[in-house]
């Protein structure tokens, strides 16, 4: 059975950071690109940035570029987001996903996590 678990997750200030963690279990970790994902209230999940699981490939969404950066580490079976420079309009729930390799501009992924928090005030 996959499990996602993310946290991290809270109320931050602007121009804070917040880091978030997503430990997998029950698939072969290092065989899955990983993805994070937001959803704002009364909007549609849009991407936020993605991994790849052989190289150190990366993806980020225009919004987040220069602000947020995705790592991994396989032995711990863990992806994370660094999120600095945080704005309200970073405000959202936020989700860990995981995907079978494939190509990181494809949004299919397989597996999702249940999300966590983020708040960011004004």
């Known amino acids: 059975q996959v499990q996602l678990v993310e946290s991290g997750g809270g109320l931050v200030q602007a121009g804070g950071s917040l880091r978030l963690s997503c430990a997998a279990s029950g698939l072969t970790f290092s065989t899955y690109n990983m993805g994070w994902f937001r959803q704002a209230p009364g909007k549609e999940r849009e991407f936020v940035a993605a991994v790849s699981y052989f190289t150190p490939n990366t993806r980020y969404a225009d919004s987040v570029k220069g602000r947020f950066t995705i790592s991994r580490d396989n032995a711990k079976n863990t992806v994370y987001l660094q999120m600095n420079s945080l704005k309200p309009e970073d405000t959202a729930v936020y989700f860990c996903?995981?995907?079978?390799?494939?190509?990181?501009?494809?949004?299919?992924?397989?597996?999702w996590g249940q999300g966590t928090q983020v708040t960011v005030s004004s």
């Open positions: 996903a995981a995907k079978y390799r494939g190509s990181l501009n494809s949004y299919e992924y397989n597996y």
